[in-house]
Structure formats: C-alpha cells, structure tokens
T-cell receptor, first 115, second 109 residues
Framework: DTGVSQDPRHKITKRGQNVTFRCDPISEHNRLYWYRQTLGQGPEFLTY????????KSRLLSDRFSAERPKGSFSTLEIQRTEQGDSAMYLC?????????????FGPGTRLTVL | SQQGEEDPQALSIQEGENATMNCSYK?????LQWYRQNSGRGLVHLILIRSNEREKHSGRLRVTLDTSKKSSSLLITASRAADTASYFC?????????FGKGITLSVRP
C-alpha cells in the first residue's frame, strides 16, 4: 500500500500523559500536513512541513504540541501533558509539488481519547 | 477557524435521486476542493475546481464555483447507498486547506 499511513490508529491515555503519533507520507511527497478533527467538525489545520522545514503553525498548536520531520520523510506529532480537550482525530496528509493544485492525500487518522 | 460553511448540514435521499450540497466561503482562494469521509475514516479527495473555472465534472460528480458569490455546489447524480458519508468543502489559499463543518449525506436503499 503506497498511501499515507498513521500509527497508532487509536490511543487512549490518561490526562497528563504524553503521547506521540507517527505519520508516513506517500513516498516522494515533500509536503506533509497535520490536522485535528473533533466530533461533528471539519478538520482544522495544525501545521505543515515542506521537506524537513516546518513552514506554518496554527495558533491551535499550543506549546504542549510539537511536530517534527527530521529527515523530510516521516513526521511525528507529540502532545505533552494531555488534556481532555485534546481528544480528537489527528489526521495527516501529504502532497507533492507537481500534484495539481495542492491535492492532499489523507491517512486514516489517529483517534486520541484522553480520560 | 473554519472558512467553508456547507448547507444543508444533513441530507437524506432515496437511492437513485440526486444530492446537491452547497458551500460558502469568506476569503479569496486558489481553488476549492471537495472531500468525502466515511464514518471514523480518513478523507478521500473527490474533485478540485480552480478559481478561474466555473464548472467541472468527474463521473457522477458535478461541481460549480461562483467566485463572485464565494460559493460552490457539489451535485452527486444517481446516488447510491455507498455514497452515504460526510462531505466537506475545503478552500486552498496556497498551502493549508480550510474545511467547513461538513454535510452528512444518507442515501436510503
């Protein structure tokens, strides 16, 4: 399968714990995006990378959130000191500069539940 | 914040009928895209329309764009039970996508 993959698919944690999610984009896609989606809402942009450079961050990305893409391939999103309000689906997407007009390909998401 | 606003919020139709979903947005765009999401799954790209296009077709999908009214519509013809899903419009301002809240479409067999 050459689509975007995310790991884990589900994560249940207790409030105050740290969690880390991984995203593997489509091979050779140099852009990688993170979105968050809460129940009944559309995805909201968190951050995006072009290669290893983090080019834009949303104000939603508080200082408890950090994202990395050290080698310009896979990316990790870490949430420190999780809060119940962090419960959501975290979606990763990737795109290639030659992809016509920024068509983004999404992974299946990681569903986070904070107890 | 979400820029796109879809209308209606929910739509229930009989298999074989057409489904029309509308989206309005607020700022200038490079293009507008429609995505589908099955329950608990990731998003699937359906169709993209550029800001200088007015209408586009792809299979059973027809999308229109009116930049003067900042609105778009998605028409699904001859609906099938498998079209049951949430549909989102997303505006592309150059990098990130800004999504609406989505429309829940139910197609009754």
């Amino acid at each position: 399968d050459t689509g975007v993959s995310q790991d884990p698919r589900h994560k249940i944690t207790k409030r105050g714990q740290n969690v880390t999610f991984r995203c593997d984009p489509i091979s050779e896609h140099n852009r990688l995006y993170w979105y968050r989606q809460t129940l009944g809402q559309g995805p909201e942009f968190l951050t995006y990378f072009q290669n290893e450079a983090q080019l834009e961050k949303s104000r939603l990305l508080s200082d408890r959130f950090s994202a990395e893409r050290p080698k310009g391939s896979f990316s990790t999103l870490e949430i420190q000191r999780t809060e119940q309000g962090d419960s959501a689906m975290y979606l990763c997407a990737s795109s290639h500069p030659t992809t016509q007009y920024n068509e983004q390909f999404f992974g299946p998401g990681t569903r986070l539940t904070v107890l | 914040s979400q820029q796109g606003e879809e209308d209606p919020q929910a739509l229930s139709i009989q298999e074989g009928e057409n489904a029309t979903m509308n989206c309005s947005y607020k700022t200038s765009i490079n293009n507008l895209q429609w995505y589908r999401q099955n329950s608990g799954r990731g998003l699937v790209h359906l169709i993209l329309i550029r800001s200088n296009e007015r209408e586009k077709h792809s299979g059973r999908l027809r999308v229109t764009l009116d930049t003067s009214k900042k609105s778009s519509s998605l028409l699904i013809t001859a609906s099938r039970a498998a079209d049951t899903a949430s549909y989102f419009c997303a505006t592309d301002g150059g990098s990130k996508l800004t999504f609406g809240k989505g429309i829940t479409l139910s197609v009754r067999p």
